[in-house]
């Protein structure tokens, strides 16, 4: 299909960056460095469009329907289901293997947010026998609604095959399995048998895609075979920025996986006037001498600031010198917050000292985490060829501002590119070559290594360094 790409004199972003800000992720295989002369598409992958380029995508490399935005067609019934479970949100996409396109895709609160916010909250409540499988139960019954209401009003679609991504605690608890070994150290999940993750319901195979660690769960291995972790011959990072912030490293063909506690303030969780990354919400931030000017998801009217508005804060702050460099709001900061907008309703939305405090622990908990795999790896940051951002946070993210506040370590900011929903992506692409699956997840596992973050002395060290901002020359 046919995309243009708007350039202006001043422009100073490639035509990849471009097309992400527009909603479409392309892969690369030099990087932007244009190694590859061009020949990957019909344009260069350095160029640096000054004026309006009309360019070609072919429809397979256009992911916009799995990343969910509104892109979808209706002129192939679909016979897939991909479901990635997360802990703040669930995604459900109605795909077609053979046309690869979507026909219907959704997203909707996981209905277990109200028994905690992260996952080791959950964890403690379905541990405690008074609630047992009582949340299992809940997302069970969900996702049986949200299909027989599909298939209510679509009787001519059969859905031959469902696949699930999930992270480890939220598989468990889908499945009905024990969390006792979740819930305290050293954080060992039940080893099931395959007939627990693949399993026929009616007339639909279901597969559910199995966990590496407590950390590491279907989701990221849905993302690595997307970013053909098995094959890479680079240095790629995939960067999962919810709620529970995974992280995979690949280097000289082995993987290096870790979670770190970033909380839900990335989906827009446990902040004053948070919300998900939905139309309206606060995507960008900019301080001026006035009233802060800020940009919402789909040019919609305020209703709260998602992760990726509260990323964008944090630098400004920085830069503005409402935060000195140790991290201490100054007092150009006021008492009560920030005032960034009004709901349509009238109601402020406030940016508050406690926001910034979240805001940072979330940061520096990535930075951190993305250093201390970068030295198991016995490689710094700066050789990362590809940083990969996964998760909504990644479609919306201002990449310059996010790295002003620490949190991509120091990997170049020209190799930092958001991929969208990877677990989708993932599924999407198990659907159309399902046979050899079991293969490249053992190949996955067999070379992966788990770095352990909560006793690492390296990460620590870092958290701390990434608390402040003394170290940054991007100010």
């Known amino acids: ?56 995508v072919h ?31 669930v995604a459900m996409v109605y795909y077609s293997s053979l046309h690869k396109t979507v026909f219907y895709s959704e997203v909707f609160p996981n209905p277990q947010l109200p028994y905690g916010t992260d996952v080791i909250s959950r964890i403690k409540y379905d541990t405690d026998p008074a609630h047992k499988h009582e949340l299992t139960h809940m997302i069970c019954e969900v996702l049986s609604q949200h299909y027989n209401s599909f298939l209510a009003s679509h009787k001519n679609i059969s859905i031959e095959t469902c696949l699930i991504g999930g992270n480890t605690t939220m598989i468990h608890l889908l ?21 627990k993750l693949n399993f026929c319901q009616g007339s639909t195979e279901i597969r559910i895609l199995p966990w590496l660690s407590a950390f590491i769960g279907g989701d990221i291995i849905s993302g690595m075979l997307y970013l053909n972790f098995g094959n890479r011959k680079d240095t790629c990072l995939l960067v999962d920025l919810g709620t ?44 001026k001498r006035t009233l802060p000017q800020t940009r919402t998801i789909g040019n919609k009217l305020p209703t709260g600031i998602c992760g990726s508005g509260a990323v964008s804060i944090l630098s400004q702050l920085l830069t ?32 508050t000292k406690q926001d910034v405090r979240q805001m940072q622990l979330a940061v520096a908990a990535i930075g951190a985490g993305i250093d201390t795999l970068c030295h198991s790896a016995e490689i710094s940051a700066d050789d990362v060829d590809q ?21 991509f370590s120091s990997v170049d900011t020209t190799r930092i590119h958001g991929v969208g929903n990877s677990c989708l992506l993932g599924l999407a692409s198990i659907a159309r070559r399902p046979d050899d699956l079991s293969r490249r997840i ?6 992966s290594h788990e770095v352990i973050l909560a006793d690492n002395d390296y990460f620590q060290k870092q958290f701390i360094r990434h608390m402040t901002y003394e170290y940054n020359s991007a100010l």
Not at 175 to 195: E, I, R
Not at 387 to 407: E, V
Not at 442 to 447: C, D, H, P, Q, V
């Open 175 to 195: 499945l009905g399995l024990s969390l006792k070994g979740m819930a305290a150290a050293p954080f060992k999940p039940l080893n099931v048998s395959p007939d």
């Open 320 to 351: 503005c010198q409402y935060m000195d460099s140790s991290g201490i709001l100054t007092n150009k900061f006021p008492e009560d917050g920030l005032i960034l907008s009004r709901t349509p309703s009238g109601q402020k939305i406030r940016f």
């Open 244 to 287: 529970n912030g995974e992280l995979a490293l690949v280097y000289e063909q082995k993987i290096y996986t870790a979670g770190t506690a970033a909380g839900p303030a990335f989906e827009g969780g446990g902040l004053s006037c948070g919300t998900p990354a939905v139309p309206g919400a606060i995507s960008d931030v900019s301080l």
């Open 387 to 407: 940083l990969c951002l996964a998760g909504g946070l990644g479609y919306h993210i201002n990449i310059s501002r996010a790295a002003a506040s620490g949190m």
């Open 442 to 447: 053992e190949n996955l596992r067999k070379n």
């Open 59 to 89: 429809p397979r490399e256009s992911f916009g329907g799995l990343a969910l935005s509104r892109e979808q067609n209706k002129n192939h019934l679909p016979d897939t289901l991909l479901i990635d479970l997360g802990t703040t949100t």
């Open 1 to 56: 299909m046919k995309i243009t790409v708007h350039g202006t004199p001043e422009n100073t972003k490639s035509i990849l960056d471009l097309l992400e800000d527009q909603g479409i992720s392309l892969p690369c295989n030099c990087h932007g460095a244009n190694s590859c002369g061009g020949k990957q598409y019909d344009f260069p992958c350095a160029l640096v469009p000054h004026e309006d380029i009309t360019v070609t």
